[in-house]
């Protein structure tokens, strides 16, 4: 999801500095644009006095202005910061044996480990999340067990079992993991 919308948000505001930029550059090589764009000519400025100082008497003006600009600029903070932390590794590097490498998508090595982590007996669901650099991936594991499962014996199997396989797989040299178990919760019912 912050994929798509990073793209969209990128394309908009770069068509937007496009247009303006292009439109100032034209106006300053001599290009006449329509009566109702920003700039008319060479000499023209972004706002001119009249226009600075027309609202100055309305006492919510230069607040609403601030605050605007002040959503703006959290805003483009936040895109920032997700943008530049991204938690998921969209792929894994995988050794192929033969001296070469290849691509995983790490979307797909964490379905299969949840998959093969739901499998296990007593495990009513699993959800897998894989965190760390694409040479060195991480995996968190969240089970939701059924009451009657012993966590210990759960959590040897994932780790023997799915957690091994995923590792051997994808010929990674670790994969560490941080499991969380939970349980499933049922009514009881009263016996008459």
């Known amino acids: 999801m912050l994929g798509v919308v990073n793209r969209v948000l990128t ?7 496009l247009v303006v930029g292009g ?28 226009e600075r100082t027309r609202w100055r008497e309305t006492g919510w003006w ?14 483009a903070l936040w895109w920032l910061i997700a943008v530049l932390r991204r938690r998921r590794p969209a792929e894994v590097l995988v050794d192929t044996g033969d001296g070469g ?31 760390g650099r694409r040479n060195a991936p991480a995996a968190h594991v969240q089970l939701l067990l059924e009451p009657h499962v012993d966590p210990g014996t759960t959590l040897t199997r994932l780790t023997a079992e799915s957690l091994a396989h995923a590792r051997d797989s994808a010929n990674l040299r670790s994969l560490p993991a941080e499991v969380r178990l939970g349980s499933v919760k049922h009514r009881a019912e009263r016996v008459s």
């Not at 394309?11 to 500095?17: A, F, M």
């Not at 964490?110 to 499998?119: K, M, N, S, Y």
């Open 11 to 17: 394309g908009l505001v770069g068509l937007v500095l």
């Open 23 to 50: 439109s100032v550059l034209a106006v300053g090589l001599g290009v006449r644009l329509p009566s109702w764009w920003i700039h008319r000519g060479r000499h023209d400025v972004l706002l001119s006095t009249a």
């Open 62 to 75: 230069w607040p609403a202005v601030l605050a605007g600009l002040a959503v703006l600029f959290l805003l």
């Open 101 to 131: 490498t290849a691509w995983l998508r790490g979307r797909a090595l964490a379905d299969v480990l949840a998959a093969e982590a739901g499998q296990l007996d007593g495990v009513s669901r699993a959800h897998v999340r894989l965190t």
